[in-house]
């Protein structure tokens, strides 16, 4: 199994910046494609970013491209979600998700095994 533990949730202004921290531990990981979800009251579990852990590649949703930056620490075994220029539509419970799966299959979120508990991300304006 993989365990996937997220932190650095918590309350923002508007415009402001705040990272998000995945730690990972369990199964060797190193070949897998891990993610960010979100899911916001009401709405269905939406893709905000994922990560080729091996490659480094990325890919970002249209509505967080250019202000959102995933990145991993491989020493730590930990897997960031660097949010700048927040807006009150970011407000979401965000998952770390980790999946053995294709890079191909990275946007959707019932190819991923393994989830973290979420962390609560609210943008006030």
């Known amino acids: 199994q993989v365990q996937l533990v997220e932190s650095g949730g918590g309350l923002v202004q508007a415009g402001q910046s705040l990272r998000l921290s995945c730690a990972a531990s369990?199964?060797?990981?190193?070949?897998?494609?891990m993610g960010w979800f979100r899911q916001a009251p009401g709405k269905e579990r939406e893709f905000v970013a994922a990560?080729?852990?091996?490659?480094?590649?990325?890919d970002y949703a249209d509505s967080v491209k250019g202000r959102f930056t995933i990145s991993k620490d491989n020493a730590k075994n930990t897997m960031f979600l660097q949010m700048t220029s927040l807006k009150s539509e970011d407000t979401a419970v965000y998952y770390c998700a980790a999946a053995s799966t294709n890079w191909g299959t990275r946007r959707r979120s019932n190819e991923y095994s393994y989830w973290g508990q979420g962390t609560q991300v609210t943008v006030s304006s």
């Open positions: 369990g199964r060797d990981f190193s070949g897998y494609t």
């Open positions: 990560i080729r852990w091996s490659v480094g590649i990325t």
